[in-house]
């Protein structure tokens, strides 16, 4: 046992260094301060069982100086020492969080042996309750969590599938009344529909499923050897052509993009979900702009856009599942796309950040260390 004594006075700390040698316990050794600082030093550098704590000295003074150390240290044991007209001093201390007392003028190396262990062994059963009720309040808070995602989950698919599923019950029951007689480019028309309501849910059940899949691990990082520049300027050039909102995409690049060893499914999901973003929350006639950089050290894409932008408050809430922020009015979406990004970032041992304020615009960054992209690493989420 490792026991620490604070006695800023000489005579007492040698009272208590002669009891130890009555005691001759084996593998018992006493260290000495004289100052709560210099207690909290060597606390820092060293492990001790116990601590022998007087409550007055130089830098502190009683209850103080047990609330400091305690709250400094609250997994080591304290017996506070007191002398014989301050016992009520003494009581108040173990309140506070000191495990026992010793009266100065009244202890026996057997009192002193005593109280030590005591001190130790009703540290320990503090230290395993306050884990135990740590843990309580984890898994409290988890099953608020998952309670909340559920929560977010229901609300969001009853709200994202019912127009859906609207659209194709109404196109049904058009079809299929006995009076109905609909040319041929209206029934053509009312099964575009249907077929654009059921890749709507589908492209949701989707996103949830690529989301539980990211979570639980089962998804890997799989590298291949690929021209990244092409990957991405195909994609951005998809989005220029299939885009309804009319916004001007510029995609540049810099640096030999050509041969990089990366997993394109990952960066597919990664640009895909920031171009959605991008051309979601923007208005028409505006640009979106996605540069690609690559260097000995790290592969750098970046998104830009001049949209709605994202309130500071809510940035640190952006790539949890299911939240979409608050100024985002009608605009349809899952809060699923940044979450997803940033799976697929951490696949990659990469680093993502924004820039953004309300109503001027984003700018997301996402840095890919090229070491982390090199074959024969292997990395799970």
């Known amino acids: 046992m490792d026991i620490l004594l604070i006695e800023d006075s000489p005579t007492d700390a040698d009272l208590i260094r002669r009891a130890f040698l009555k005691l001759d316990r084996a593998g018992w ?39 400091e150390f305690c709250t400094t240290f609250p997994d080591i044991p304290v017996v506070v020492l ?21 009266v100065k003028e009244q202890f026996t190396p057997q009192l002193l042996a005593r109280s030590l262990r005591y001190a130790v062994e ?10 135990s009720e740590q843990q309580v309040v984890d898994a409290l808070e988890q099953e608020h969590q998952i309670n909340q995602l559920k929560s977010s989950f229901i609300s969001m698919a009853s709200h994202e599938l019912r127009t859906p599923l609207a659209v194709i019950q109404t196109a049904v029951a058009l079809l299929r009344h006995p009076n109905s007689s609909f040319s041929d480019m209206v029934r053509s028309n009312y099964w575009d529909r249907i077929t654009a309501a059921i890749a709507q849910m589908t492209d949701l059940l989707d996103e949830v499923l690529l989301l539980g899949s990211l979570d639980k691990g089962g998804f890997q990082y799989k590298p291949h050897l690929l021209d990244l520049n092409t990957l991405c300027h195909e994609l951005v050039e998809s989005y220029r052509f299939n885009n309804t909102y009319k916004q001007t995409f510029i995609y540049t690049h810099h640096g030999c993009c050509s041969e990089v060893y990366t997993d394109p499914s990952l960066i597919a999901y990664i640009l895909n979900n920031l171009l959605s973003n991008a051309t979601k ?22 998104v830009s856009d001049q949209g709605i932008g994202i309130p500071l408050k809510e940035h640190s809430y952006l790539f949890e599942s299911f939240y979409r922020c608050t100024n985002v ?45 090199k074959p024969q690493s292997r990395f799970r989420v």
């Open 29 to 67: 050794t006493l260290h000495w301060v004289e100052r709560l600082g210099d207690a909290v030093l060597r606390c820092q550098t060293s492990s001790f069982d116990v601590v022998i704590l007087d409550l007055q000295l130089p830098d502190s003074d009683g209850d103080e100086t047990v609330v």
């Open 82 to 102: 007191t002398v014989t007209d301050d016992e009520e001093t003494a009581v108040r201390a173990v309140s506070l969080g000191a495990q026992d007392y010793l």
């Open 122 to 131: 009703r540290g320990r059963i503090l230290k395993r309750l306050r884990n």
């Open 281 to 302: 929350y923007s208005p028409p006639q505006t640009e979106i702009r996605v540069h690609l950089e690559c260097s000995q050290q790290a592969i750098a894409l970046t």
């Open 329 to 373: 009015g009608k605009i349809e979406g899952t809060g699923l796309g940044l979450a997803i990004v940033k799976r697929c970032v951490d696949l990659h041992h990469g680093r993502i950040e924004v820039q953004s304020t309300a109503n001027k615009g984003s700018t997301f960054r996402i840095s890919l260390p090229v070491e982390s992209l």
